[in-house]
């Protein structure tokens, strides 16, 4: 399928009635604010941040196209991680918890989609440890 036509798919979706839209630098949610929804991006990029004890931005990530964030808020129900703010004019599919867990029930590749990039990051997050305590390989 050519990138033109999953274009029109997606607009022809029953996702469309999810999507939402938000301006360049218009923030999405907030650090340590509770979750009630994961996102998808539909187009436009996403920064997700956090500020260190001086206040600066510390950059987490930046989730572009095709990509999704703020799952862990649905699974584990804790606050918010990170801020989310938009980088460009952006538009967003959000899922909610219900629409969350029915693909959970009904679509396991979308199961493993969201594990797998967990996994990743915390294979990320473990070698970053190891390095910033000097005892990289034994994690």
């Known amino acids: 399928m050519v990138y033109q036509e999953r274009e029109t798919v997606m607009n022809e979706t029953p996702f469309e009635k999810f999507r939402k839209d938000y301006r360049k630098s218009e923030v999405i949610f907030e650090e340590k604010s509770i979750g009630n929804e994961m996102y998808i991006v539909h187009s436009g990029k996403v920064r997700l941040f956090t500020r260190d004890e001086t206040g600066q931005m510390v950059t987490a990530a930046v989730v572009e196209k095709g990509s999704f964030f703020g799952e862990m808020a649905l699974i584990d129900y804790s606050p918010r ?38 996994c990743k990051e915390i294979r990320e997050a473990n070698q970053l440890l190891a390095r910033l305590s000097g005892k990289e390989g034994r994690v």
């Open 81 to 118: 991680s990170a801020t989310a703010v938009a980088e460009d004019d952006t538009s967003l599919i959000a899922l909610d918890r219900a629409k969350f867990l029915y693909l959970v029930q009904q679509q396991p590749a979308f199961v493993f989609t969201i594990m797998h990039v967990l």
